[in-house]
């Protein structure tokens, strides 16, 4: 595991020099407000840190995974990350998955905090057809590996079942 850790952040070190991953070498706030957009192992990265952090200071984080079905072509991703960081705090993580799926990273949120969050958005989005999936430490799960599988579960669950729902894991 420290070894994986180790080569993520090597990994990841790599990508400082990548133009879209520079504004993380500063510390100087953002100049847009909102979350930021990350790729798929760098979101893994802050994932596991998170937890580990939240583990010391004894906070709460959740992971949510969100499809969006029938939307409007300016919706579809990268445009759909870039909509929703919009409306989640900047110290929140966005990373989009697959044409019309994000992944999404959010500090102190509580799994009773999910609902309002997710209907903020899909008002926002203006989407036809929805699915989300949740889990949130430490209510749901414990390690950091397990965090986006639950989620990815639950949110397979809601498009089986119909879309427009938010599933969390228990």
């Not at 004894?58 to 300016?74: D, K, M």
């Not at 929140?92 to 905090?113: I, K, M, N, R, Y």
């Not at 749901?140 to 894991?169: C, P």
Request: proline share 6%.
């Amino acid at each position: 595991m420290a070894q994986q850790l180790l080569e993520l952040g090597k990994r990841a070190a790599a990508r400082m020099q990548d133009p879209m991953m520079s504004e993380w070498r500063g510390l100087r706030p953002p100049l847009t407000p909102g979350a930021r957009v990350v790729d798929d192992q760098l979101f893994r990265f802050l994932v596991d840190l998170e937890v580990r952090k939240a583990q010391r200071l004894r906070y709460c984080l959740s992971v949510v995974c969100l499809a969006v079905e029938g939307a409007p072509a300016e919706t579809r991703e990268p445009a759909l990350a870039d909509i929703v960081t919009r409306y989640i705090r900047s110290t929140d993580v966005v990373t989009p998955w697959a044409p019309g799926s994000l992944a999404l990273l959010l500090v102190d949120a509580e799994a009773s905090h999910l609902p309002a969050i997710l209907r903020r958005l899909t008002t926002r989005l203006e989407t036809i057809a929805w699915s989300a999936g949740g889990s949130c430490y430490p209510k749901t799960v414990t390690r950091a590996d397990d965090m986006l599988s639950q989620a990815v579960d639950s949110m397979v669950r809601a498009k089986k079942e119909g879309g427009n729902q938010l599933y969390v894991a228990s």
